[in-house]
């Protein structure tokens, strides 16, 4: 397959219409603004719809009409951004709706900097607004995966009926790295019986909300949910492992960052100390189970998480393993990226502290 | 055997449900005027309405046709939503006046000046009618709310805002008209307002927007005749009815 240059916000948006996304919906934020620049001229090229919202809470409702109407559409955003559209996450999961919402993360909180950060790992994997609910959240580490998860994301969100996340660290965004189109067709289209898009033959009208004013019925409601999120958690755990087997220490990282560990591990590896990396690609569901079997092998003797943030994804990390390892961190956060040489110090420093 | 004549039957843009609005609310003759339209149009099978955070938020378990609920304000950005990736659909809005004056005051301004070619029915009661009577931007000058309970004072509230007068100022604004339904005269031009802002929202000329001044009379603390006195003897004098803007008369002078 032709190999191609391109720049990873152009990239997620074009690979979004060719996955079949028929509507976008965008407000300008640093360092995402490529992907609604990219969809004002390619949408409607592709015979989709492309607004400019008044603001990120604007977007996310015009996803969430699109979406009652049975539209697959999608909005972006970076941090402060996606924290304005809650209110509309919260809304979706609420009313069941699906849609694709690609956060291309920047050090907090508030304001904070335009430079990469992975900080909004609690808000993306714990609840998405209020309320009890879930998204599927996916972590690309490189724009050819950010690519490839397009399909995956409206595939799942359609079939599940769930809102999925890219979760991606802005220097995806930024960056450019050759890729292939591995895809030729877009997503198939599934029915939504559901959508409010006129009545049905027999008079049967839809009504697309979150208002479940008796209780029971809402309790009910998020039972249903928390059903279909037990198969998500047992159907679409995605995760990538490298050296792990009889390893003296597992790296535990998500995004960009498992790159640069990727880095320190051959730089560790020199010296014959044996790293392995356990990377997540879907960081809700997390992959516990797989994570824990690796981390009871006999040779590990830690499992550390990197991130770029003050240990987010170590919760997840040290909810896994337990007790069964020590499970140290190492971030750095506010923009500021991990650089290998201290990744691999941390790793050494870890292994004299386990050996005494 | 005398013989028997139907002269009046619910409308069949009407579900057969009881209603929960409290007497003397305007909600369930407006929702009447809508049914009735849609029908007369046509329309019953192809409109999606949007409900609003309020008392209304079930008008979708009223009339007959297909909803969606919207978060508190937004409605004008899930009707984007809606009516840009289905312009085949009938699309309207139904939203309350803490819902489109105030939370929601960003949306409808960038509906409008866009000229999303969806038709907002505007509710106004001057007043937050499901939370139990607080004070709306709409509230006029001296009237009680549990929120300004010595009436409200333009000097720590400010003045009623005219949503309609404000909206028309945009070229997005293709018809707006100001209505009540406290009357059968009054009522009867609503319902043609109404079926003009669905005519035109065909012809995809613009944003077309009817205002409805409503009463609450549980939380003014009226009777229902009272309260529909109200609307003609002082909501009016601060919102006159009438015509606010219509650029199809305009082509045609």
Redesign the interface.
Known sequence: MKKELWKGNEAIAEAAIRAGC??Y?GYPITPQNEIPEYMSKRMPESGG?F?Q???E???I?????????G?R?MTSSSSPGISLKQ??IS?MVG?DLPGVVVNMMRGGPGLGTIQPSQSDYFQATRTPGHGDGHMIALAPASIQEAVDLMWDAFEMTDNYRTLVMILADGMIGQMMEPIVWRHEQPVPEVDKPWA????DGD?K???????RLQSPANEQFNLSLEEKYEIIQRDEVRYEEKGCKDADIIICAFGTTARIVSTAIRMLKEEGINAGLFRPITVWPYPSQQLKELASQDSVKAVLTVEMNLGQMHEDVRLAVGERKPTPFYGRTGGMVPEPRHIADRVREILREVSK | MTQTQVVYERSKGLKDVETHYCPGCHHGIIHKLIAEVLVEMNLLDTAVGISPVGCSVLAGDYINCDFVQAAHGRAPAVATGIKRTRPDLTVFTYQGDGDLASIGAGEIVHATMRGERFTTIFINNAIYGMTGGQMAPTTLVGQKATTAQGGRDPLQHGQPMRMSEMLSTLDGMAYCERVCVADVPHLTKAKRAVKKAFTLQQQGIGHTFIEFLSTCPTNWGMSAVDAGKWVKSHMTQVYPLGVIKDITAKEST
């Open positions: 028929k509507a919906f719809v607004v919202a008044e603001s809470v604007a977007a409702n015009m996803l969430y009409g699109a979406s009652a109407a539209v559409a209110e509309g809304y009313a409010a898009d006129g009545r008079g009208t839809h009504f697309v909300t979150s208002l």
